[in-house]
């Protein structure tokens, strides 16, 4: 018996490069924070028509754009990844990943 495997895409979207916090700032709430992640956009093979953002497995946030605003919790550790998505939803190696606390207001 022979078995073969469809090939997959020919070029799915490069990796997005240098994502950083580029804002981390207390919320409404002591409790509450925003973090804004900022990466550079995938260049070479498909052309990507959007970005999703992963903290471990879980998508947490997905754009257009190269950067997003996420509300975690004040003083919580949170580690994220991107990756670029082609037309047909398909997802290529994600970026290297960050790694921040989000800002809090200590008690008084």
């Given at each position: 018996m022979r078995v073969t495997t469809?090939?997959?895409p020919a070029?799915?979207?490069?990796?997005p490069a240098s994502l950083e916090v580029t804002g981390n700032?207390?919320?409404a709430w002591?409790?509450?924070?925003?973090l804004t992640l900022a990466w550079s956009a995938s260049t070479g093979g498909e052309p990507a028509v959007s970005y999703r953002v992963?903290?471990?497995?879980t998508v947490v946030g997905e754009t257009d754009?190269?950067?997003l605003t996420l509300a975690v919790g004040g003083a919580t550790w949170h580690t994220y990844t991107v990756v670029a998505v082609d037309?047909?939803?398909?997802?290529?190696?994600?970026?290297?990943?960050?790694?921040?606390?989000?800002?809090?207001y200590p008690p008084p």
């Open positions: 469809a090939p997959g070029a799915r979207p490069a990796a700032a207390p919320g002591l409790t509450d924070a925003r992963y903290e471990g497995a754009g190269t950067q037309a047909a939803g398909n997802e290529p190696a994600a970026s290297p990943s960050v790694t921040a606390q989000g800002m809090f």
